[in-house]
């Protein structure tokens, strides 16, 4: 089995070197990632410049474009004549809950091999605090046990799978849950500012205020302790049938976390 690694955090950053390392003895597995960090980019494609593709290590690659050109520079140059069977984004360093896959440059990697066909999961450790312990390696073990468990299998076509894993010990955390995308609420605040040759510029500066209330919402089943493991379809007339995909959840809780 062939898995594409990529993300938005850089090719260097400790998640996808977790995800690497957890994958790569049981898995054929390649990482096409960014050279710098692309947060937040959304899902943009690098139309307007060349791009650059850099062996770093065996099997790992940087490249000078956005999440989605990284997916794309493996489908269609690196791995053209050999497919890979699942592409994973991750492991994302904080939360893709509720709308914010729509900025996440982790969910654009996952939905440009959708978008080709190619199953595909975006995952994210979420934390609280940036000091807190990082518990990359549960999220890794995590994904892997969704790997040998075929939940891919269970999406249908163009839709991927946005997992979200509560920065936990693996025995704190209850078990994984499927869920609906939910909403977060976000402060408004723009901070204006001037700089040494006395020109105004600002800065994002909008803060989390907590999620609306919905049982089934990927944002209470982490609040609850739970994985949050969210169907997105891409396009309206998607199938979302998700019975295949609700059993082999029910799988995963009934053989890892009890």
């Given at each position: 089995?062939?898995?594409?690694?990529?993300?938005?955090d850089?090719v260097?950053?400790?998640?996808?070197?977790?995800?690497?390392?957890e994958?790569?003895?049981?898995?054929?597995?390649?990482?096409?990632?960014?050279?710098?960090?692309?947060?937040?980019?959304?899902h943009?494609?690098?139309?307007?410049?060349?791009?650059?593709?850099?062996?770093?290590?065996?099997?790992?690659?940087g490249?000078?474009?956005?999440?989605?050109?990284?997916v794309?520079?493996g489908?269609?140059?690196l791995?053209?004549?050999?497919?890979?069977?699942?592409?994973?984004?991750?492991?994302n360093?904080?939360?893709?809950?509720g709308?914010?896959l729509?900025?996440?440059?982790?969910?654009a990697?996952?939905?440009?091999a959708?978008?080709?066909k190619v199953?595909?999961?975006a995952?994210?450790?979420?934390?609280?605090?940036?000091?807190?312990?990082?518990?990359?390696k549960v999220a890794?073990?995590?994904?892997?046990?969704?790997?040998e468990?075929g939940?891919h299998?269970?999406?249908?076509?163009?839709?991927?799978?946005n997992?979200?894993?509560p920065?936990?010990?693996?025995?704190?955390?209850?078990?994984?849950?499927?869920?609906?995308?939910?909403?977060?609420?976000?402060?408004?605040?723009i901070h204006?500012r001037m700089?040494?040759r006395?020109?105004?510029y600002f800065?994002?500066?909008?803060?989390y205020?907590?999620?609306?209330?919905?049982?089934?919402?990927d944002?209470?089943a982490?609040?609850?302790?739970?994985v949050a493991?969210t169907?997105?379809a891409?396009?309206?007339?998607c199938?979302?049938?998700?019975?295949?995909?609700?059993s082999s959840?029910?799988?995963?809780?009934?053989?890892?976390?009890?």
């Amino acid at each position: 089995m062939k898995i594409l690694l990529s993300n938005d955090d850089g090719v260097m950053a400790p998640g996808i070197r977790s995800l690497f390392k957890e994958l790569n003895p049981s898995y054929e597995t390649t990482i096409i990632a960014p050279l710098e960090e692309r947060s937040t980019t959304g899902h943009s494609l690098s139309l307007d410049r060349p791009l650059r593709l850099e062996l770093l290590e065996k099997n790992i690659y940087g490249c000078s474009g956005f999440p989605g050109d990284c997916v794309l520079m493996g489908l269609g140059h690196l791995m053209k004549g050999s497919r890979p069977d699942l592409v994973i984004s991750g492991i994302n360093r904080g939360a893709n809950l509720g709308q914010d896959l729509y900025y996440s440059g982790t969910i654009a990697a996952a939905r440009e091999a959708a978008f080709h066909k190619v199953p595909s999961i975006a995952v994210s450790l979420v934390f609280n605090a940036v000091n807190e312990e990082h518990h990359y390696k549960v999220a890794a073990t995590f994904i892997n046990w969704c790997v040998e468990a075929g939940l891919h299998h269970g999406c249908p076509p163009y839709t991927l799978l946005n997992i979200n894993v509560p920065n936990l010990p693996m025995e704190e955390i209850k078990g994984c849950k499927l869920t609906e995308i939910g909403f977060r609420q976000y402060s408004e605040e723009i901070h204006a500012r001037m700089d040494a040759r006395n020109r105004e510029y600002f800065w994002i500066a909008g803060h989390y205020e907590g999620f609306n209330d919905h049982p089934e919402s990927d944002c209470q089943a982490l609040k609850d302790g739970y994985v949050a493991i969210t169907p997105h379809a891409l396009i309206d007339r998607c199938d979302k049938n998700y019975a295949q995909l609700s059993s082999s959840v029910e799988k995963l809780n009934a053989k890892f976390f009890t």
